[in-house]
């Protein structure tokens, strides 16, 4: 019987299986697509996130980013991270650099999906395999996580994420957020001649259209795209819970809020260290409340900031007050990182 059956290989399984590795553990990863895996992402890592790939000896290409800055064409505010630098990595790299480490530890990763899932008091069957625990790291719409009833109804406006590359050299160190009238777009330094922009928005609709109500940020751009679009959403994902008996719930499907302050890779490292030490310290039940301790900070700043992007009259003055209160702004950007 293994230790660890990890369904799904995107970052959050990966990492988990790799922290698994390192302390001990063996452990197997169900991943139905070949890699390296890209999907809709903004692909920058906080300071922590950045940390944490170096302490378990991931080591992708990338861009260092110094902090960020809020535009909205009138207004500008930018804050350092301070204490470290993040990353701006395409997410193909991060993915290829996590299978790369996974393998040195000895990690298995076979080819397949995850359907059905047989719990017994000594552990799990999933996909041929017998284990001490299944963790699901399936994603967003985590199927899992809906086959054991975890699921809560969603809440509030839909938010999708659209994301799209040009090839330009970064013309900052910052992850440029610029606000509309109802989408922000995020702009990542990822490599020496490109940069990605991701698009989040309530409305439905394609990414030309999308990006269209950024000008100043089009003029940047110029030419044509260098990948196509891809897309994810509805972003806002509750969860009952986050531990199941022997299934535990880790990355995106552990619940989520939205990628507007750009956390989620980095909270998917972290909890995924928090769900190995709970496995090796014999008490799974702790990883409930260590995942609401790692994200609340979080939770309540992403959490303010869509409750004011609903209202229009308060998310006109979002940008403003960051420039009028930079001590406020530079707080918020920090307790982030």
């Known amino acids: 019987m293994i230790d660890v059956l990890v369904a799904g290989g995107g970052p959050a399984g990966l990492a988990t299986a790799i922290h698994a590795a390192a302390a001990g553990m063996e452990a ?38 110094r902090g960020i800055r809020y535009l909205d064409g009138r207004h500008e505010a930018q804050a350092a991270f301070g204490g470290g630098w993040g990353l701006g990595v395409r997410r193909t790299a991060l993915h290829a650099a996590l299978s790369r480490r996974a393998a040195e530890l000895g990690v298995r990763i076979v080819p397949g999906r995850v359907s059905e899932v047989r719990q017994h008091s000594g552990g799990v069957e999933a996909a041929g395999f017998r284990a001490r625990w299944l963790v699901a790291a399936d994603g967003l719409h985590s199927p899992l996580r809906a086959r054991l009833g975890l699921e809560l109804p969603g809440r509030g406006p839909r938010r999708y994420g659209l994301r799209q590359h040009y090839p330009v050299a970064p013309w900052t160190d910052f992850v440029e957020v610029h606000w509309a009238a109802d989408a922000e777009a995020y ?7 490109l940069v990605g922009v991701a698009v989040l928005t309530s409305r439905r609709g394609g990414y030309p259209d999308r990006l269209a109500a950024f000008p100043s940020l089009l003029d940047r751009l110029g030419g044509p795209a260098a990948t196509r679009v891809r897309g994810a959403g509805p972003l806002r994902q509750r969860v009952r819970a986050r531990v199941a008996g022997r299934v535990l719930l880790v990355g995106d499907a552990a619940g989520y809020t939205d990628a507007l302050t750009g956390e989620g890779i980095s909270l998917a490292l972290l909890s995924a260290r928090a769900l190995v030490r709970c496995l090796r310290a014999g008490a799974p039940q702790d990883y409930e409340a260590a995942w609401l301790r ?7 700043i992403t959490g303010a900031l869509l409750s004011a992007r609903r209202h229009p009259a308060a998310a006109r003055l979002i940008v403003p007050a960051a420039q009028r209160m930079p001590a406020l702004f530079g707080a918020a950007v920090r307790a982030l990182a």
């Not at 790692?294 to 309540?300: C, I, M, T, V």
């Open 28 to 65: 197997v990863v169900i991943e139905p697509r070949p890699g390296p895996v890209d999907k809709a992402c903004g692909e920058g890592l906080m300071p922590t996130g950045a940390a944490l790939l170096h302490a378990m000896g991931v080591e992708p290409e990338g861009r260092p980013l």
């Open 187 to 193: 702009v990542t330094p990822v490599g020496d001649d």
């Open 294 to 300: 790692l994200s609340r900070r979080h939770r309540l």
